[in-house]
């Protein structure tokens, strides 16, 4: 797994930073090889469960103006539900499983992640669950059709915690506009991080948004119960963090 906090992320502001987005994204891609397992995986398994899309000008990126038909890809019309930097999958494929009903989009960058996450999927017989290599935002805004979400799930996303990085963390102004239009009216945004600062911030920045109105009572929402246990929120805990849950409804019109 990268490690974004790590002091060797790239310079936004140096002369020769790459240009090809209009502001630093949330992730660093590392060129961290895949084992053979994995590209075997990779190999076998991506013409079903990997989305093939139209790219920009990065590699992660999604050309404008070709949103993706929903029920070609599933094969069907159902509740559809995004997760936003799924990681090795465990939490996606394990709602997938359990929710044969709605159908589940993985959005990551991660190469050996989404490995991970065809590969659990093929093995526990997974048909409602299909994977996008790309920057979520960009999924968000270009790739998925308006009014199309019922959720959107981002479960311990990157904490950019240096002062530095915070402009990368992926919950700031301007997020609740895409992640908007891609849900539903009544559709959720769920959020859970052990980072106390980004959960303040993304508290902040969800109160301010128009679009949305608090779907709890109080300082934080209950422990979303769809969500399991991952290494990340394990971690959180063994450090002695709190974990923050916040959940957001889409108003209608908004
Ligand atoms: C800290 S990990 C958490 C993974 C998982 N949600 C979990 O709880 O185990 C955050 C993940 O988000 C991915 N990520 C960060 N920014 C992203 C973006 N803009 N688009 C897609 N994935 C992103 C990273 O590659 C990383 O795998």
Redesign the pocket.
Not at 230 to 233: K, L, Q
């Given at each position: 797994?990268?490690h974004p906090d790590a002091d060797d992320v790239p310079d936004d502001d140096a002369p020769d930073a790459p240009r090809f987005r209009d502001k630093p994204?949330?992730?660093v891609r590392r060129s961290g090889r895949m084992s053979d397992g994995q590209e075997r995986a990779w190999a076998a398994l991506s013409p079903h469960y990997l989305l093939d899309v139209e790219r920009a000008a990065a590699v992660t990126s999604i050309r404008p103006g070709d949103p993706v038909d929903l029920t070609a890809v599933y094969g069907r019309s159902a509740p559809l539900v995004v997760e936003?930097?799924?990681?090795?999958g465990?939490?996606i494929v394990h709602a997938a499983g359990a929710t044969p009903e709605a159908d589940f989009l993985a959005?990551?960058?991660?190469r050996a992640?989404l490995a991970r996450t065809m590969l659990d999927a093929d093995r526990a017989g997974i048909d409602n669950l299909r994977l996008v290599e790309a920057?979520?935002?960009e999924v968000l805004e270009h790739l998925l059709p308006a009014a199309s979400v019922d959720e959107i799930w981002i479960?311990?996303?990157?904490p950019w915690h240096k002062n530095k990085h915070t402009k990368r963390r992926?919950v700031a102004p301007g997020f609740p506009a895409v992640a908007a239009r891609a849900l539903k009216p009544g559709g959720r945004l769920r959020l859970a991080t052990d980072w106390e600062d980004y959960a303040l911030q993304m508290r902040e920045v969800m109160t301010a948004a128009t679009e949305f109105a608090p779907g709890f009572e109080g300082a934080w929402a209950p422990r979303f119960e769809g969500r399991i246990m991952?290494?990340?929120?394990r971690k959180g805990l063994a450090k002695g963090r709190d974990i923050r849950d916040l959940v957001y409804v889409r108003r209608d019109g908004a």
């Open positions: 797994m990268p994204v949330s992730f936003i930097g799924s990681g090795q465990h939490a959005v990551e960058v991660f992640g920057n979520a935002p479960f311990f996303p990157d992926l991952t290494a990340f929120e």
